[in-house]
């Protein structure tokens, strides 16, 4: 069935650091892509995300790459910011679908 | 515009007692959501709606009931509320006019039941 793995966390870097966090799914098709991020005592909210493969989405500096040959979505910063610490959600969505489908997600712990 | 809003924000219950959680959405979006969001577990869909009206069952349904009457709005019911049901929960809506039929998420409801 169509699923989500995230890496576990917490992840605890250091300010400045690179960050990745790895997502891999499982879908019988070509899903839309996303990470969302849950700030401290807040809902969730999209990050960013790819409908296709090959795409790259980006924001607060915050990038993915839509990998079909790898079924993946890996989350990267060049450097990340204490502002960053959040818990992280991959997900996907078959197109055409009424649901989404989550990761367990990853909690960021930056440290200055 | 308000987005999603949930009230109540916070609330405590005994076992057995009933209760409604409501989602309200202003962006006319057709498709709404009911997650709770557990330690370790991620989030995990209740129920859900695809038009005003319908509704569907999630991944974890039992002891919850929900109601679409109005497009805008999505009402989660316990109708007698378990230990187990202590929990986040989290309204959701989307479009199927947005690019990925992103969702758009609440600020949340802490549940505890005593």
């Known amino acids: 069935g169509n699923s989500v793995t995230q890496m576990e966390g917490p992840v605890t870097l250091s300010e400045e650091a690179f960050l990745t966090i790895n997502c891999t799914y499982t879908a019988t098709g070509y899903p839309s892509l996303f990470w969302y991020v849950q700030y401290p005592g807040e809902g969730l909210q999209l990050l960013l995300k790819a409908t296709k493969a090959d795409d790259k989405g980006s924001n607060k500096g915050f990038e993915a790459t839509y990998r079909k040959e790898t079924t993946s979505f890996h989350l990267e910063k060049g450097s990340v910011q204490v502002s960053d610490s959040a818990v992280y959600f991959c997900a996907h969505r078959m197109n055409r679908d009424d649901k989404i489908i989550f990761g367990k997600g990853t909690r960021l712990h930056i440290l200055p | 515009n308000a987005g999603v809003t949930q009230t109540p924000k916070f609330r405590v219950l005994k076992t057995g007692q009933s209760m409604t959680l409501l989602c309200a959405q202003d962006?006319?979006?057709?498709?709404m959501y009911w997650y709770r969001q557990d330690p370790g577990m991620g989030l995990r869909l209740i129920h859900y709606?695809?038009?005003?009206?319908?509704?569907a069952k999630g991944e974890v349904p039992d002891g919850y009931n929900v109601s679409r009457l109005k497009k805008q709005n999505f009402l989660l019911g316990l109708e007698s509320a378990a230990p187990s049901q202590t929990s986040v929960y989290f309204c959701?809506?989307?479009?199927?006019?947005?690019?990925?039929?992103?969702?758009?998420f609440g600020p949340g409801t802490r549940l505890t039941v005593l």
């Open positions: 962006m006319n979006h057709e498709y």
């Open positions: 709606s695809v038009g005003e009206g319908t509704t």
């Open positions: 959701a809506s989307s479009s199927s006019h947005l690019p990925g039929n992103e969702q758009f």
